[in-house]
């Protein structure tokens, strides 16, 4: 089961999809400068900027470098990492060239468009059953509704099977997109192999074979993302059923592919409004200071019980209300946070996010499944300290979400001791390059050749020297951000011992530290931070969330692995 993205010889007629035994292998989703940009069948150029975990539904940063530019700015959209390793499965990597703060391809002039945008075939090697092809009638059921609410999944129970590797079972699924996948014109539904292992709790994705609205194959690829399974995910009831540990739906078993394309088409019924976690009257005590801040968070007493989801954990609410600036939609003003406190040792996950409404009312529940770190003196740490019933809450209590809204609300008459003071990136000036030696010096900062900047900077007595800290290109990037940007290290303790301005912004508002966050660059982040970055700048409206770490490491760590800042 084991395959790298690359296209699959599809021998739909005889049944089967052979599978290159060269090709085994885990999948890498070429993720930032270093790996690469995609060139597509279908015309899509595509670069993966950032991806801020390693899980499926990890979101990631896509450049859409074939369309035009907006604004002076180069299209992006936001996706997860399992929805753009199924859409460039059939896709080349190749270089990237940064340029003026535009990233393009760069596909060897030997290379021919239709060259580069061809899928490479794959040698003959082990056979894989097609649903539907090897003997075995479809009965496919209706999955529950996923958070992603673009595909209707379906599991066929008769093409379950034993696989060699232990305690491996496979299992055929059909993905349908009501409204089609924007990456593959014509494309509406997907056959889409599982590999589940019952004894560890694992999954992976293999064969993917795309249909048009008819039915009718459109073309074949390997997948080989894999990953844990979580729980209240679609994978779960996947995995179950695969393993025999849960039922399918019950409901009537669609036997052909076009039933249930049909199936999925068919609008449905109103889903019922959702409920609110908590009961209809609150007890909810304010753990934030009191004054103006972008959160006021609060717990909700009597909330903790045994949590079903993380063994020997309690599970307990938290209620959000957000300031205007750090509402996500107009009309969002909070959201319920569930959180998993382990005791001994003390340890703590996000279980669940449910927004909130101006008026009170609840969404639409969000399943986590996120280890986030107990800092000492922040909120967190005293929910977590309620939830083990080490500190008994103070305060008043509040008895609805409305009352919180107006609570959060309420501004103190003077402005508290140490307030919190929301940092703003400062926007480099725009200072373009003068003499030709300051011409030289920043483009080979930007092409990442650091001795050749180095040389330009070396002037014959009297003439005017280079502007090493202050020169930007036209996009506000100064030579720290290109350094930065091209992930070189060499380069940044250079630039860094000029005693530029670390916190200076690009037009798009990135500091060096944001870029180097968005790249997941580890050591880089920790050489800014080290010489004075401010962190508030790429975290903004979360003071307390960067406040109580032992070592720029420990920060480091906290920030790549909390994922895209609350702002984004």
Request: glycine share 8%; charged share 20%.
């Amino acid at each position: 089961m084991k395959a790298r993205l690359g296209w699959l010889v599809a021998v739909i007629g005889a049944g089967a999809v052979a599978l290159s035994a060269a090709a085994q292998g885990s999948a890498k989703l070429a993720v930032g400068p270093d790996s690469g940009g995609y060139l597509c069948p279908d015309g899509r150029q595509l670069y993966v900027k950032s991806c801020y975990d390693a899980s499926p539904n990890a979101n990631c940063g896509v450049v859409l470098m074939h369309l035009p530019q907006q604004r002076g700015y180069q299209q992006e959209r936001t996706q997860t990492r399992t929805e753009i390793t199924a859409s460039v499965a059939v896709c080349k990597v190749y270089p990237l060239d940064f340029k003026d703060g535009v990233v393009s391809l760069v596909v060897p002039t030997n290379v021919t468009q239709a060259q580069a945008q061809a899928p490479a075939s794959a040698p003959a090697g082990s056979t894989v059953v097609v649903p539907g092809t090897g003997g075995k009638p479809i009965a496919l059921a209706r999955l529950p509704a996923a958070t992603d609410k673009t595909i209707v999944y379906y599991v066929d129970e008769n093409m379950r099977k034993p696989l060699a590797q232990p305690d491996t079972v496979g299992i055929w699924g059909l993905w349908v997109y009501p409204e089609g996948p924007k990456e593959f014109p014509g494309m509406t539904a997907a056959w889409v192999e599982y590999a589940i292992n019952c004894k560890a709790g694992t999954w992976e994705l293999g064969a993917m074979i795309r249909l048009d609205r008819q039915a009718k194959t459109l073309g074949a690829s390997s997948v080989g993302l894999k990953g844990s399974i979580t729980k209240g995910t679609i994978l779960e009831v996947v995995g179950g059923i695969a393993c025999q540990t849960r039922k399918a739906p019950d409901g009537t078993r669609l036997t052909t592919t076009v039933a249930a394309i049909n199936d999925a088409m068919t609008p449905a019924a109103p889903a019922p409004a959702a409920k609110s976690p908590a009961p209809a009257s609150l007890k909810l005590v304010r753990l934030s200071p009191k004054g103006v801040q972008p959160i006021a968070r609060y717990v909700l007493l009597d909330s903790a019980s045994p949590s079903p989801s993380v063994p020997n954990a309690i599970e307990i609410l938290s209620l959000m209300i957000f300031s205007d600036a750090e509402k996500e939609t107009a009309a969002m003003r909070g959201a319920w946070v569930g959180y998993a406190v382990t005791c001994t040792p003390r340890a703590l996950r996000l279980v669940m996010e449910m927004p909130v409404d101006d008026k009170g009312a609840s969404g639409t529940v969000q399943v986590f499944d996120r280890a986030l770190p107990i800092v000492s003196g922040t909120e967190v740490e005293q929910i977590a300290n309620i939830a083990c019933g080490a500190t008994p809450p103070t305060g008043s209590r509040l008895t609805s979400v409305a009352a919180a809204i107006t609570d959060a609300a309420k501004k103190p008459t003077a402005t508290p001791r140490g307030a919190i003071k929301l940092a703003v990136p400062v926007k480099a000036p725009i200072r373009p390059p003068e003499s030709e030696a300051e011409k030289t010096f920043l483009q080979a900062i930007k092409t990442n050749r650091m001795q050749a900047a180095i040389n330009a900077t070396i002037l014959p007595p009297g003439e005017k020297p280079v502007r090493i800290a202050e020169l930007t290109d036209e996009q506000g990037m100064t030579a720290l951000h290109w350094a930065v940007a091209n992930r070189n290290l060499a380069g940044l303790g250079w630039m860094l011992d000029k005693k530029p301005e670390l916190n200076w912004a690009d037009k798009k508002g990135s500091t060096p530290l944001k870029i180097a966050l968005d790249n997941k660059h580890t050591d880089a982040m920790r050489m800014l931070l080290d010489r004075g970055a401010d962190p508030n700048l790429v975290w903004p409206f979360h003071p307390d969330d960067l406040k109580g770490f032992r070592t720029t490491r420990e920060l480091v760590d906290f920030m790549i692995a909390a994922g895209v800042p609350a702002s984004k």
